[in-house]
């Protein structure tokens, strides 16, 4: 449950079809400042400069591992059960041919999500991993700007926990948790160098 929930029982709350419903009649003005979050419209956090970076080469990376093999997904929505639509940094979903068109990403589909996290830290180890774990998302990565180290989690449980933390440095390796890919992502933090090298 949500804090705003918890202070105020009767807070409005809304199903998936309800937000998608107050979308298409234009009744929400910017959609896509808003993510469904235990049924609450919760506005997105502003992303700086160094975030859309970070965003941007990890995004390159992802989709040179993955390739044909699954879809990078990113800031796009995933549906969690039974009210949370967030919209992560990244997804990495089961290869679908026509791409999710009739629908979002379920937990059955997701194999990893990730969120870049800088000035949204807390929210990402508090409120995003508990959503994750009690989704049953097999694997959940924060992509620690502050500290610049990159998080694991994995074993959630219904709980809204995950069993398993470990953290990475820069000069380590972690693998794709992905059934089909054997490619090694290494030291996912070589971003902020090699965008020094690339200026």
Not at 136 to 144: D, K, M, T
Request: aromatic fraction near 10%; charged fraction near 25%.
């Amino acid at each position: 449950m949500t804090l705003a929930a918890r202070l105020d029982p009767y807070i409005r709350r809304y199903t998936f079809e309800e937000f998608h419903r107050l979308i298409e009649s234009g009744q929400i003005e910017e959609p896509n400042q808003l993510e469904l979050i235990d049924g609450l419209l919760v506005q997105k956090m502003t992303k700086g400069e160094r975030h859309a970076a970070y965003c941007s080469r990890l995004y390159r990376l992802l989709v040179g591992l993955v390739q044909e093999q699954a879809i990078v997904r990113t800031q796009d929505p995933v549906q969690l059960p039974p009210n949370h639509e967030p919209e992560p940094d990244f997804a990495i979903v089961r290869f679908q041919q026509d791409e999710y068109r009739s629908r979002h990403p379920q937990p059955e589909d997701i194999y990893l999500i990730i969120e870049v996290a800088d000035s949204s830290l807390t929210y990402d180890r508090e409120v995003k991993l508990g959503l994750y774990a009690k989704a049953g998302i097999p694997n959940y990565w924060i992509l620690n700007l502050q500290e610049n180290c990159l998080e694991t989690y994995s074993l959630p449980t219904e709980s809204g926990v995950y069993q398993r933390r470990e953290a990475y440095t820069p000069k380590e390796k972690v693998g794709i948790p992905c059934r089909q890919i054997e490619s090694w992502l290494a030291g996912v933090l070589w971003v902020e160098k090699r965008l020094q090298k690339d200026c």
